[in-house]
């Protein structure tokens, strides 16, 4: 993840840990998450929900009950309390029902004086009270090595679990290049839909991942199945269910991971400006079969995994008005009303596949605002029967058994 603070990016990197973590360690981490919980519960009583207004209130009294506990992790403690409450407050606010806060999971988080690491040797060196340290050694990979070598990365917080520990890097906001060129993206169930412009030449760019939408009906029916199964005892369907949740979760990240790199690695090679639809009010059209929010998310998450990755490597996306991008044609701008299938067709004659027109359309809209560099564009350039295909499925991560991801959609 990769969250702009004043113009700095921070990235969180996982490391897991050569052995278990000590049992000093275990138990800092347990009064760790017994500081939050009491912070948490203070500052619903007193109304707060900032770190600094915490210290002030209750740091004397934490000081009493944790006596050795290091000081730089108290108030870090009050830190990730004060996120749990603002967390809270919003859904409050929001009218949505929740119950207090509670941190149920052991974790603790260290700022970025409050440990050390060996970037040679992949040792953090973590103090838990005064005369008391602990080194942790972490699993260090090729991928690993990139963030620990680049010297042009500092270091922020850490955040330990029992299993493994994020460590977050942080840069300055690369500036974006000028974009030479533009891939424009049109964001759909099943696959990305596009143009690529260079110059005069412009190609059909297809990036697919249908798999995603066959793993969520999946997960979706299994998790109907359990409930049935399971419909004389909510707890344990609850907790099946959000079992599979996760796993479904964790699925689809991966491929959507896989995706935005091949996207990302193409505009990196041709110095191409990203263009995709703001996704901010879109609706999606299908309500029973799917659960609305389930069909949208993934294309929300990819979105947000092109435009964080873009970010790190500087560059361009740029978010376009998506209105009538699908029902007007960029050769003379009439806006079609009436439904159609796959193939866009208009009265002055050019006709094109839906999606890609819709593409085209986005580009245009970049082109007009001056989003898009001194980029031009001529529909007419349109070379209808070359697609490049930037991502087949059968690449990424173990696909379904279900024989129809291995077509990849050649036009
Ligand atoms: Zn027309």
Not at 297 to 316: F, S, V
């Amino acid at each position: 993840m990769v969250i702009v603070k004043d113009e700095m990016l921070v990235k969180g990197v996982v490391f897991y840990l050569e052995s278990d973590l000590p049992s000093e360690a275990m138990f800092l981490l347990e009064d760790f998450r017994l500081a939050v919980n009491n912070a948490i519960r203070a500052g619903l009583q007193a109304r707060v929900t900032s770190r600094n207004a915490l210290v002030k209130i209750v740091y004397k009294d934490f000081r009493r009950e944790h006596p050795r506990m290091y000081s730089q992790h108290l108030v870090s403690a009050f830190e990730v309390a004060g996120n749990a409450l603002k967390n809270h407050r919003r859904r409050v606010r929001k009218g949505v029902t929740c119950r207090i806060p509670y941190v149920k999971r052991l974790m603790m988080k260290a700022e970025n004086q409050a440990y050390k690491l060996d970037r040679e040797s992949g040792v953090i060196d973590l103090p838990i009270r005064a005369g008391c340290h602990v080194e942790l050694k972490l699993v260090v990979s090729q991928y690993h090595r990139e963030y620990l070598g680049d010297v042009s990365l500092s270091l922020g917080s850490l955040t330990i679990l029992p299993n493994r520990v994020v460590v977050a890097f942080r840069k300055d906001a690369p500036k974006p290049f000028v974009p030479e060129s533009a891939l424009s993206l049109d964001t759909n169930e099943r696959s990305l839909d596009g143009v690529f412009v260079e110059g005069d030449a412009a190609k059909a760019i297809e990036v697919e991942f249908r798999e995603v939408a066959i793993i969520q009906q999946r997960h979706h029916d299994r998790r109907r199945r359990l409930q049935k199964k399971k419909a004389h005892d909510r707890r344990t369907s609850r907790n099946l269910c959000r079992r599979e949740g996760a796993r479904e979760h964790h699925r689809i990240d991966c491929r959507l991971h896989h995706v935005a790199n091949s996207v990302l690695k193409f505009a990196e090679e041709r110095k191409s400006a990203i263009v995709l639809e703001d996704l901010k009010g879109i609706r999606s059209k299908r309500s029973k079969e799917l659960n609305r929010r389930l069909s949208l998310w993934p294309r929300r998450k990819l979105h947000q995994i092109i435009e964080y990755k873009a970010q790190w490597k500087g560059i361009p996306v740029v978010k376009v008005d998506p209105r009538n991008s699908s029902r007007t044609c960029p050769i003379c701008r009439r806006i079609q009303y009436s439904r159609m299938g796959t193939e866009f067709k208009c009265e002055c004659g050019w006709h094109l596949d839906r999606h890609i027109n819709a593409s085209i359309n986005l580009l245009q809209t970049a082109i007009s605002k001056g989003m898009a560099g001194g980029l031009r564009f001529n529909p007419g350039a349109f070379q209808h029967d070359v697609m490049m295909i930037l991502y087949a499925p059968s690449r990424g991560a173990r696909s379904e058994p279900n024989g129809t991801s291995s077509i990849v959609g050649v036009a």
